[in-house]
């Protein structure tokens, strides 16, 4: 387990004693592996490069001999079928080891609570609740344990503890002997929360022909259908002029800027939207009156809605540019498709997921992501990837928590899969 000084509101001798799904997790939170989109480089942070290391260490720690970190900081390591499993199709299980960097990925201040229900204080000097009216799906976690920070940084369950999974997976299945299974495929990729976990991902290499990703949140999810995703860049050209002597000179970029999110539907942004509604979502602005750059999401799962969206985003541009004289240019780029395109094809592979909830005495709960996965970009390059639930809730902020019972039951579901593919004979139905 990786080394940490850091036990919550337990000594190190209580936490000695927790469940270890539990205890690796909360080691993994105590390093930072924020990703960086600005950096051009793969991974985007020395951070993440040293941590693949130390995973590489803690998956050789349970006894994964076959494991190495590649030039671009993935970690893979794969566990041989047991002899007379050969033939099975091997299975991958894959995490990803960087955090959002929507919001500090410092070590966090973790407790673990006894969940009463209500608002949840998680630090009282800087007045920082959790509040039901604003996450609700929380309240339904009452008598139950669940991990939160202090409110001053991410928890990290996205996804680490779905890298804690994937470990707990093949210590079982090592431990384990007498439980047959085919090839299991092991990999950590960094850079997910800046879409390009999957950039360097060498599926051949990996050796898995199905997988699946621990990268979902509340107890019970199964998701095989994302958003599809663009990402767009609009530059404003402005002309700046002394204020005084502006008159029919100035072209402020600001107001430019201010003119195309006008144009936006209003109705559809990512706080006004739900279940299988799309949105626009300008994401970040910069500049002044010369010149201003702003970054913005484009989500819908309808393929010809998504297709709507961005040539709606161009008609936009093209009408500003008539008002503006030609000062606005827009970059569209489809970062990954709905992850149902491809699993359609592949419905054994959901089917196999969907068995292993059963008999892990999991009630499964199918929905759309609001978001996207590495499942869904691997899924397109032809390695079928359903995502799975890990017990967290609230991610990409300062609210993030992780249901203690959601994290074991997901182990729960990890151990049967391992069991269960050496049942599988082929892929096809």
């Known amino acids: 387990m990786l080394k940490h000084n850091y036990y919550g509101n337990f000594s190190a001798e209580e936490f000695e004693k927790l469940p270890m799904i539990l205890q690796r997790f909360l080691s993994y939170t105590q390093y930072d592996t924020t990703s960086d989109a600005s950096s051009p480089t793969a991974p985007s942070t020395e951070a993440q490069k040293a941590y693949a290391q130390l995973l590489k260490a803690e998956f050789e720690s349970v006894g994964v001999k076959n494991v190495y970190v590649t030039e671009f900081g993935i970690v893979m390591g794969f566990i041989e ?9 091997a299975m991958g299980l894959i995490a990803h080891m960087d955090t959002s960097p929507e919001a500090s990925g410092a070590p966090a201040q973790w407790s ?34 669940l991990v939160v ?7 990290g369950a996205d996804d680490k503890a779905g890298i804690a999974l994937c470990v707990e997976a093949a210590r079982y299945a090592i431990e384990h002997p007498e439980i047959p299974h085919a090839k ?8 997910e929360e800046i879409s390009r976990g999957t950039v360097n991902f060498n599926i051949e290499e990996f050796g898995a022909q199905y997988a699946y990703t621990f990268d979902g949140d509340e107890l019970g999810g199964f998701e095989t259908e994302t958003f599809n995703a663009a990402m767009v860049n609009v530059h404003f050209e402005g002309l700046n002029v002394h204020p005084g002597s502006a008159k029919g000179k100035m072209v402020n970029a600001l107001r430019m800027a201010m003119d195309f999110i006008s144009r936006l539907p209003a109705e559809s942004v990512p706080e006004k939207t739900e279940l299988y509604e ?21 989500r819908d799962h309808d393929n010809t809605k998504f297709e709507d969206r961005m040539e709606y985003v161009r008609k936009v541009v093209e009408e500003m540019n008539k008002v503006w004289g030609n000062r606005v240019t827009v970059d569209i780029k489809v970062q990954y498709h709905n992850l149902k395109n491809y699993l359609d094809k592949h419905p054994m592979v959901c089917d196999i997921a969907r068995e292993a909830y059963r008999r892990a005495g999991v009630e499964i709960h199918e929905k759309p992501v609001r978001g996207g996965t590495d499942g869904a970009r691997l899924s397109a390059r032809g390695l079928p990837t359903p995502n799975l639930f890990t017990g967290g809730m609230n991610y990409h902020g300062v609210y ?22 050496a049942e599988v004979k082929s892929l096809s139905k």
């Open 184 to 191: 299991l495929c092991f990999a950590i990729t960094p850079d």
């Open 81 to 89: 079928a047991t002899p007379g499993y050969e033939d099975c199709p």
């Open 112 to 145: 673990v609570i006894d969940y009463q229900g209500g608002d949840i204080v998680l630090n009282k000097e800087k007045d920082i609740v959790l509040q039901l009216s604003n996450f609700p799906e929380v309240g339904k976690y009452a008598g139950q344990k």
């Open 278 to 298: 799309g949105f626009f979502h300008p994401l970040a602005i910069s500049g002044a009156v010369r010149g201003v750059d702003l970054r913005m999401l484009i």
């Open 149 to 155: 920070t202090d409110g001053t940084t991410l928890l």
């Open 400 to 421: 993030e928590c992780l249901s203690v019972t959601g994290l074991e039951r997901a182990l729960d579901v990890a151990k049967q899969l391992v069991a269960m593919s």
